[in-house]
């Protein structure tokens, strides 16, 4: 199960960079919201997915509360999921 959390937090990370880097500003300066309607979608599926095994391996592997609560700000933060295997690893 971990290894399905490493994976899915590195493809909701970066569907987070494409959606913040790439497709905001195509929608902002161009006019196109294309983009965003592409990416949007997956990344919302990936974070859900993302925090709902979060909280199923809280209880697996008896996270506690602030590991949990560092799991899970590390999605909010561009480019912080890249870093949760390390964190995993240290906690």
């Known amino acids: 199960m971990i290894n399905l959390f490493k994976v899915v937090s590195f ?3 970066v569907s987070y960079i494409l959606l913040l880097f790439i497709a905001t500003p195509i929608k ?5 919201p294309e983009y965003v ?3 949007g979608m997956p990344h ?3 974070f ?5 095994l979060a909280y199923v391996l ?3 592997l008896r996270w506690s509360a602030k590991d949990f609560t ?3 700000l ?3 933060i561009p480019f912080g999921t890249f870093f949760v295997g390390k964190y995993l690893k240290k906690a």
């Open 11 to 13: 493809l909701e990370g």
């Open 44 to 46: 919302g599926l990936l």
């Open 70 to 72: 560092i799991v899970c």
């Open 37 to 39: 309607r592409l990416l």
């Open 58 to 60: 809280k209880f697996e």
């Open 74 to 76: 590390l999605s909010l």
């Open 28 to 32: 902002y300066l161009q006019g196109n």
């Open 48 to 52: 859900i997915i993302y925090i709902i």
